[in-house]
């Protein structure tokens, strides 16, 4: 992963507002930008957006055999893509080591803190399990995809359905939707991380940082909690060094924040149900408003009409001034010669004119005399050179 580079201008800056408690997108300190929860068509297919930061996550599952050391618990596996068109500092490739480190956190995040139920992946004990995929792609970055990609993950996995599965003997038979309902994942609870940033030593703290934030901090703080204030996860990186006072502070604040976050994904999970229930349109292309431009729409004003003394009847009353009342003036007419004249301005027309052309022309006495514009004759002699031309002028021409 590259690291991107930024200005000692744009360091002074960003640290000058934070010291004002400004931030440049105009919010508070502790504040989270908009979160924005849809789900594609697919089960197990959702996209998260934060701000301009936008993560596509997709669950999907197979059968496979356990492992030997839990052969009665199924398998959660986490697979996180930075691809360089999220962020020209992603490279093609190989994993970089941001992209494992999220790929940690999700582990311990998700299934290190029992959110989902292995033991109820299970088909035969020993035999044959269900093991869930859950493949992350970063599709812009605008800073913190670290919350933005465990909100994707955890809304995909209660959003999934697993094929029902019948078991006669030895013989596994799975169901296709249509024979049998998917059986959802057995969710206990709903963890999500938020992420503190401090500057100045750890004088002063931000929630929620955009790319340019991150690139100016000295080191953040991610905890990860749900609803009931349990701590599932949590991780510092910077060289900084942070008090008990200022721990506690950021978990009263992450109480707060991951109620909020939790009650958007629960309402975006209930809208998804009820449309898919009802009958309607549901999938990405539905979640997002459409933008149209009209040329007749207009905002509505009020208009004060107490101060008005002109009443219908007397505006009728008025007569309507007639074509003879109105005065009407004439353009002017000039006559350029016979058969030809000139209404208005302008200049002489100088199309199609033929080689003589008769203009007038006014002497010391005032009186008109018609000229006669020749056409210059040009003669050409027999001869190799290109500059043995010559030129023929009349007497007026001298």
């Not at 998917?182 to 790319?211: A, R």
């Not at 990860?224 to 701590?231: F, G, K, L, Q, S």
């Not at 909020?260 to 990405?284: H, M, P, Q, T, Y």
């Amino acid at each position: 992963m590259k690291s991107a580079k930024t200005s000692n201008i744009e360091k002074d800056f960003v640290l000058n507002c934070i010291k004002k408690s400004k931030r440049l997108d105009g919010r508070q300190p502790y504040d989270i930008r908009h979160i924005r929860v849809s789900f594609g068509k697919d089960r197990g297919c959702c996209q998260v957006q934060l701000g301009d930061t936008r993560v596509l996550c997709q669950v999907s599952c197979e059968i496979v055999e356990p492992r030997q050391n839990r052969p009665t618990e199924g398998g959660i596996y986490f697979n996180v893509e930075l691809s360089p068109m999220a962020s020209p500092t992603f490279e093609p490739g190989r994993q970089s080591e941001f992209a494992v480190e999220i790929t940690r956190l999700l582990e311990r995040t998700v299934r290190d803190s029992r959110a989902i139920d292995t033991e109820s992946l299970c088909i035969i004990a020993g035999e044959k399990v269900w093991e869930i995929r859950v493949d992350v792609h970063v599709l812009n970055h605008d800073g913190n995809i670290i919350d933005c990609v465990s909100m994707a993950a955890i809304s995909a996995l209660s959003h999934f359905r697993r094929p029902d599965v019948s078991v006669v003997g030895e013989d596994v038979q799975v169901h296709s939707p249509e024979d049998k309902d998917p059986v959802p994942l057995s969710v206990h609870h709903l963890p999500v991380s938020v992420t503190f940033t401090y500057f100045d030593q750890g004088k002063y703290l931000l929630v929620d940082p955009t790319d340019l934030e991150e690139r100016v901090m000295d080191g953040n703080m991610i905890i990860t909690m749900n609803i009931h204030r349990e701590i599932c996860a949590l991780q510092m990186s910077g060289d900084m060094l942070l008090v008990k006072d200022q721990i506690m502070r950021c978990t009263q604040i992450a109480v707060v924040k991951v109620t909020e976050i939790v009650d958007v994904i629960k309402k975006a999970l209930e809208n998804d149900k009820l449309a898919r229930s009802s009958g309607e349109k549901f999938g990405f292309a539905e979640s997002f408003s459409r933008q149209k431009i009209t040329n007749f729409l207009k905002e509505e004003s009020e208009v004060d009409i107490q101060n008005v003394k002109e009443t219908v009847s007397e505006k009728l009353g008025q007569e309507i001034p007639t074509a003879k009342q109105t005065k009407q003036t004439s353009p002017d007419v000039t006559i350029l010669g016979t058969g030809t004249a000139q209404v208005g301005e302008g200049g002489q027309n100088t199309w199609f004119t033929d080689d003589v052309i008769e203009v007038p022309v006014t002497n010391k006495e005032g009186k008109v005399r018609k000229k006669k514009n020749k056409k210059k004759e040009i003669q050409t002699r027999d001869s190799d050179s290109e500059e043995e031309e010559t030129i023929v002028l009349d007497q007026d021409d001298i």
